[in-house]
């Protein structure tokens, strides 16, 4: 059952990315923007303390807060790299990664157990995400050099978050660690309002999400808060490394809609492709779809 749970989140989350870059490109709201909602939206969980709410040790409370605000420096720099590259790129090299570093974060904090079998995904995983990033040859211009390297920050930050919200459910209920955690995010905004420049963005960001823009806006956002919700629940039933491996699903799906965007309406999200990219992403989605499927049969 909590495979097809996972399943459904990044299926949401896949569109989320969708309508974000979209967003990105034409509405302009800036990646503090987007970090700064997510995380001030976060406090309306505070509406659940009456259904589950129970003081945690201070050490397990400073974990949750820390994770949830992890998570939104994750989104942070996941939009900026974003705003940068495409999203058949940034997405799938985070996805890529993020099951890498799980395994490395879970084998020292968790103390799960690494097979043989799971090496080779993770090897698998790798040459999916080197086909991935091919653009015309193997050598990365700068621009693309610095958003890939913003995507693995984003990537290491994702990883750590969700071995943290792993682990707060090994140690209280669902609802109280989405409730600590999602308490986390809203003091990781902080960050930003400490900065005159990125407030400004977060104050912009509520003024296209309540102006004619603000439907698309807020769908966006809305197929990305179910998603990880959904995915949040996910965590409390399965392994961190293998939910992090199957957004695979999201990949396949994102390829496509670039591809079909690319040929009917180049301009909607940005895309462009040549025939060797699209063979080379194809391999790619096919070795990252081959290490998913490893992972998820361990």
């Given at each position: 059952?909590?495979?097809?749970?996972?399943?459904?989140?990044?299926?949401?989350?896949?569109?989320?990315?969708?309508?974000?870059?979209?967003?990105?490109?034409?509405?302009?709201?800036?990646?503090?923007?987007?970090?700064?909602?997510?995380?001030?939206?976060?406090?309306?969980?505070?509406?659940?303390?009456p259904w589950g709410f129970s003081p945690l040790s201070?050490?397990?409370?400073?974990?949750?807060?820390?994770?949830?605000?992890?998570?939104?420096?994750?989104?942070?720099?996941?939009?900026?790299?974003?705003?940068?590259?495409?999203?058949?790129?940034?997405?799938?090299?985070?996805?890529?990664?993020?099951?890498?570093?799980?395994?490395?974060?879970?084998?020292?904090?968790?103390?799960?157990?690494?097979?043989?079998?799971?090496?080779?995904?993770?090897?698998?995983?790798?040459?999916?995400?080197?086909?991935?990033?091919?653009?015309?040859?193997?050598?990365?211009?700068?621009?693309?050099?610095?958003?890939?390297?913003?995507?693995?920050?984003?990537?290491?930050?994702?990883?750590?978050?969700?071995?943290?919200?792993?682990?707060?459910?090994?140690?209280?209920?669902?609802?109280?660690?989405?409730?600590?955690?999602?308490?986390?995010?809203?003091?990781?905004?902080?960050?930003?309002?400490?900065?005159?420049?990125?407030?400004?963005?977060?104050?912009?960001?509520?003024?296209?999400?309540?102006?004619?823009?603000?439907?698309?806006?807020?769908?966006?956002?809305?197929?990305?808060?179910?998603?990880?919700?959904?995915?949040?629940?996910?965590?409390?039933?399965?392994?961190?490394?293998?939910?992090?491996?199957?957004?695979?699903?999201?990949?396949?799906?994102?390829?496509?809609?670039?591809?079909?965007?690319?040929?009917?309406?180049?301009?909607?999200?940005?895309?462009?492709?040549?025939?060797?990219?699209?063979?080379?992403?194809?391999?790619?989605?096919?070795?990252?779809?081959?290490?998913?499927?490893?992972?998820?049969?361990?």
């Amino acid at each position: 059952m909590w495979l097809w749970i996972v399943l459904i989140a990044h299926l949401l989350n896949a569109l989320s990315f969708v309508v974000s870059k979209f967003i990105l490109g034409h509405i302009q709201v800036k990646p503090a923007g987007y970090a700064g909602i997510i995380g001030i939206a976060s406090i309306v969980v505070t509406a659940l303390v009456p259904w589950g709410f129970s003081p945690l040790s201070f050490g397990s409370a400073l974990i949750a807060l820390a994770t949830g605000a992890v998570f939104i420096w994750a989104v942070y720099f996941f939009f900026v790299a974003l705003d940068s590259d495409e999203v058949s790129t940034v997405v799938p090299v985070i996805g890529a990664t993020i099951p890498v570093i799980t395994l490395i974060f879970a084998a020292i904090f968790l103390r799960e157990r690494l097979s043989f079998s799971l090496y080779v995904a993770v090897g698998v995983l790798i040459i999916g995400t080197i086909c991935m990033l091919w653009k015309g040859g193997m050598k990365l211009r700068g621009a693309r050099r610095q958003s890939l390297r913003v995507a693995v920050i984003a990537a290491v930050l994702f990883a750590l978050s969700s071995i943290g919200m792993k682990y707060i459910f090994n140690h209280t209920d669902v609802i109280n660690g989405f409730i600590w955690t999602r308490w986390g995010s809203v003091a990781g905004v902080g960050v930003f309002l400490l900065s005159p420049v990125q407030k400004k963005y977060v104050k912009d960001a509520f003024r296209v999400l309540f102006s004619k823009s603000g439907l698309v806006f807020g769908l966006g956002e809305s197929f990305g808060g179910a998603g990880f919700i959904v995915l949040t629940y996910a965590l409390s039933l399965a392994s961190p490394t293998v939910i992090n491996a199957l957004q695979g699903v999201q990949y396949a799906l994102l390829l496509a809609i670039a591809i079909l965007g690319w040929i009917f309406k180049p301009d909607l999200l940005k895309e462009s492709f040549t025939r060797r990219e699209i063979i080379f992403k194809t391999i790619g989605i096919v070795c990252i779809g081959i290490g998913v499927w490893v992972i998820a049969g361990l």
